[in-house]
């Protein structure tokens, strides 16, 4: 395998290959691509100040390619890179990678390179990342009519939550706390409770306002602690949501209207769905009550009082203070913790 320096002769090759690249990893649903436009950007890499690469093979075959500027002062960028599917596993890749970063450093000062690679192309991250790639950042997309409808809806009304562990270490879970929530923004407080029917409730200001914070609490005291945590509340007024963690992972979860914010496919719409043999095995909660009693809908009317519907799945699962948020939370005994 050689690389070398791609000239004005490897245009019609470097078309071809870049419309294979194309066609095998498309963008996302939704995101558009010219790609005739994209290719006509193709001539600019050909200039002095780019750096355009191409991987020949022991026939003198070209089978890849790479495309690399500066974005700033300091800063490459590997806008492309592709390798026909027959000519990997060769390290063309890897040497295309690293000539190009070799090249932008030695003609353009560069200290660093970057790149984006699609969050779906695994082989492509994994690669990556054995060359020493970090992420830096995530580039998230929304077409724009979804983006205008959905933020045009006012919620209902308040949220609020709580996070329940399976420990009687009242310490650890304080710990945990003053570590974990200041990284997930800027909160007003929290307050540990308990244990109280063998679980310690956490409740804090920021994840009442933010129920993807609760979440987050969520996995991390299950995963400090070792134990089981339980984070569950009421969404803009109208939903009832729970997670239960095992080691910080999610093994169920429940929303109780569950496209109450967007339609799903319906395999994501019925893991929505409360699974009470994993709940009974979890919490102690009888499965034919929960099943009974934990329903989902098409709307948050059907299902009566959100409220009452968030009390009896708490009673159910044995937790205590489920039934309000950070406010209201202070009591005789509760541990209040206030960060900085």
């Known amino acids: ?18 419309s294979e690249f194309v066609q095998e990893i498309p963008p996302p649903p939704g995101i558009p691509v010219d790609l005739e436009h994209e290719l006509s950007e193709l001539d600019d890499y050909l200039g002095e100040q780019n750096v355009a690469l191409v991987a020949e093979d022991d026939a ?22 592709y390798v026909v599917p027959g000519a990997r596993r060769q390290g063309a890749a890897r040497e295309l990678i690293r000539e190009a970063a070799i090249r932008l450093r030695d ?13 779906t192309n695994e082989d492509a991250r994994t690669a990556y990342e054995r060359l020493g790639f970090q992420t830096e950042s995530l ?9 205008l409808e959905r933020s045009q809806r006012a919620p209902r009304g308040p949220s609020f939550g709580s996070a329940h562990v ?9 710990q945990a706390v003053r570590k974990y929530v200041p990284r997930f923004g800027r909160s007003g407080g929290s307050v540990v409770a308990g244990p109280r029917n063998g679980w310690i409730a956490v409740y804090d200001e ?21 134990a089981i945590a339980v984070t569950i ?24 209207v569950p496209e109450y914010y967007k339609p799903l496919p319906p395999g994501d719409a019925i893991a929505l769905g409360a699974n009470p043999t994993v709940v009974a095995r979890l919490t102690g909660a009888d ?20 409220q009452e519907l968030l009390e009896q799945i708490a009673g159910l699962m044995g937790l205590s203070g489920a039934g309000h948020g950070y406010e209201g939370a202070s009591e005789p005994g509760a541990h209040e913790i206030a960060h900085r």
């Open 107 to 119: 003609t353009e000062d560069a200290d660093v390179l970057t790149l984006g690679v699609q969050v």
């Open 166 to 174: 399976q420990t009687d270490d009242e310490n650890a879970v304080q």
């Open 206 to 226: 920021l994840c009442d306002r933010e129920p993807g914070s609760l979440r987050r609490l969520g996995s991390e005291l299950s995963n400090a602690t070792g």
């Open 287 to 306: 499965p034919r009550e929960f099943r009974r009693v934990v329903r989902t809908a098409q709307t948050p009317e059907e299902l009566g009082s959100p």
């Open 233 to 256: 509340g009421l969404e803009e007024g109208a939903v009832v949501r729970y997670n239960i963690f095992e080691r910080g992972s999610v093994v169920d979860e429940y929303l109780s």
């Open 60 to 81: 003198g075959q070209v089978v890849g390619f790479a495309l690399a500027k500066i974005d700033h002062p300091g800063i490459g960028h590997l806008s492309d890179i």
């Open 139 to 147: 580039r998230l997309f929304a077409p724009i009519e979804d983006l």
């Open 1 to 18: 395998m050689r690389i070398r320096e791609a000239t004005a002769q490897d245009r019609d090759r470097l078309r071809e290959l870049y």
